[in-house]
């Protein structure tokens, strides 16, 4: 097919693969884009600890910033320290994308701070490598002992990097 240039650089119909249609469906997309109206009519049809591709909804919403969410999801039952395939939790999706109120949120909930995923890094390792030391100092208020777990490599979280940098700018 053409488009009004008549070149077949510019696709003229878009497809979706039923993995996407599954998700955009599901409570994964609407926890993740912080719709909590829809979230709750999906909690309504007992999904919250349904997974699309390993995550849950908590992952998503985690990941994205929606302490509503969050909260909508542990309040209804959602397991707090759910992995991934790759041993991913929402606390460490929280931690690696640097959102403070979810990650005191879910500590505050028991979430565990010292599971590891498949790489052997914990929450405290992903905060660390995406340079939000305000993770890392809560992180450690709740388990000091995280900066000695190495991971699978034999690296321990790099939070000295971050210390010099805060010193430095």
């Given amino acids: 097919m053409h488009c009004e ?66 909260k909508l999801l542990i309040d209804s039952g959602a397991n707090i320290n759910a992995v991934t395939n790759g041993g991913v939790t929402a606390l460490s999706r929280a931690a690696s994308t640097g959102h403070k109120e979810i990650v005191e949120y879910l500590l505050g909930k028991n979430a565990d701070p010292f599971i590891q995923d498949s790489d052997g890094k914990t929450a405290l390792h992903k905060a660390a490598e995406n340079g939000h030391l305000h993770i890392c100092r809560i992180l450690l208020s709740v388990a000091e002992k995280l900066k000695d777990i190495e991971d699978k490599r034999g690296n321990r979280p790099n939070i000295d990097v971050l210390l010099l940098q805060q010193f430095t700018v």
Avoid at 39 to 49: E, P
């Fill in 5 to 70: 240039h008549d070149c077949t650089c510019c696709p003229t119909n878009a497809s979706q693969s039923l993995d996407e249609m599954d998700f955009e469906r599901g409570i994964w997309y609407v926890a993740q884009h912080g719709d909590i109206q829809n979230v709750r009519k999906h909690l309504n049809r007992g999904d919250v600890d349904q997974r699309h591709t390993g995550y849950t909804a908590l992952h998503y919403a985690a990941r994205n910033g929606h302490l509503d969410v969050c």
